[in-house]
């Protein structure tokens, strides 16, 4: 009789427990143990209060009257059921998280079409093995040496550039061997 009460708010542990992570994991079964706990006092009450024999009382009070006043206040005495105000709001909110759910599935799904093209271009190159210069050139031009345009790499200095002149020792280079060989 007392579990028709909570037929509509029962939770299905199982499924709370597989989402729950494993440092979490405490915490939950102290929630979960505290919600039983408070279940196994509320269905140990009856679901109906116990009939009060007024008859009984009668007889055994002298006031008179008094016995039928307190019947009279009792049986008018309704202690409403509270309402469910937060039912449609969590209804509601669950259907906008379901929305942004899909909409990341979506977004996810062309991100990883396009992960997949990438990858079959990559596995239509040659193999790393039988590249040329030439190849890596052609397939990633940002990624190699461009003596016309980009004379040389990060940290751009001057010993980096190609000069046509053959290298000679200049002070310069005296200067940036000492440097780099200080670090």
């Known amino acids: 009789m007392a579990s028709k009460r909570i037929a509509q708010s029962s939770v299905n542990w199982a499924a709370i427990a597989e989402r729950v992570p494993e440092a979490d ?3 939950y079964l102290a929630f979960k143990a505290k919600s039983d706990g408070y279940l196994r006092k509320m269905l140990a009450n009856p679901a109906e209060p116990l009939k009060i024999d007024w008859a009984a009382y009668k007889n055994k009070i002298a006031v008179p009257g008094l016995v039928d006043n307190f019947e009279k206040s009792y049986n008018a005495l309704k202690i409403p059921y509270p309402e469910d ?5 969590i209804d509601k909110h669950e259907k906008e998280i379901a929305k942004g759910i899909e909409e990341f599935k979506a977004e996810s799904d062309a991100i990883i079409k396009e992960a997949e093209k990438r990858i079959a271009e990559i596995n239509r190159l040659l193999p790393f093995s039988q590249m040329t210069y030439e ?3 052609y397939i990633e031009p940002e990624l190699t040496l461009d003596l016309e345009n980009k004379p040389s790499f990060w940290p751009h200095q001057e010993i980096d550039y190609v000069f046509d002149e053959p290298e ?4 310069k280079i005296e200067e940036q061997k000492k440097i780099d060989a200080a670090h």
């Open 25 to 27: 994991k405490a915490s």
């Open 85 to 89: 105000k937060y039912s449609s709001a």
């Open 168 to 171: 000679a020792e200049t002070s």
């Open 135 to 137: 190849d890596a050139a």
